[in-house]
């Protein structure tokens, strides 16, 4: 049955399923009667109301919707920063794939946050996540072999390096 946009169906086992209704209309108040075999239909004035309301959790935030990280650190899903908890990841911005916390970080690639619907609602329009995943190149050096004094008491800072910003283990 579809009325107004609004689409009413009933399965065998009694269970009603309505699509198309929108948030902007919400609430919505429907009347139940009860019909069986043995049984009447409620009289006019008897039918029972049922106040349905239409909820949206709203959009996950972030504080950076691109996103850096580095290769040496295998980053995955559970990764990427958001500022709420109860999030599934997806493929697509609609419909998509589900992604495990797990999944590792695609360079280039957009992730979508939405609200688990297990904990409420799910999120109608999902966060668009794009990562950039790092991979920083091996230092190099035109000496492979140094030598130095104890005398001069070296420090790892005395190793000749081609690059700045190079972290030692």
Not at 54 to 75: E, K, M, R, V, Y
Not at 117 to 123: D, E, I, L, N, Q
């Amino acid at each position: 049955l579809l009325i107004n946009g609004v689409s009413y169906s009933l399965d065998s086992s009694g269970v009603l399923t309505i699509t198309g209704l929108q948030l902007q209309d919400s609430p919505f108040t429907f009347y139940v009667a009860l019909t069986s075999n043995e049984t009447c239909l409620n009289q006019p004035g008897n039918l029972k109301p049922v106040l349905v309301t239409i909820t949206d959790s709203g959009t996950p935030t972030t504080t950076a919707t691109n996103q850096q990280f580095c290769l040496f650190n295998s980053p995955s899903i559970a990764d990427i920063q958001v500022n709420e908890s109860n999030i599934l990841w997806f493929t697509e911005a609609t419909g998509g794939n589900a992604l495990t916390g797990t999944e590792p970080l695609i360079s280039g690639t957009s992730y979508y946050a939405g609200f688990d619907a297990s904990s409420g609602c799910a999120s109608s329009v999902r966060l668009e996540i794009q990562v950039t995943v790092n991979d920083v190149p091996t230092p190099t050096t035109t000496d492979t072999t140094q030598d130095f004094c104890v005398a001069t008491t070296p420090t790892i800072n005395d190793i000749q390096i081609n690059e700045t910003n190079v972290i030692w283990f």
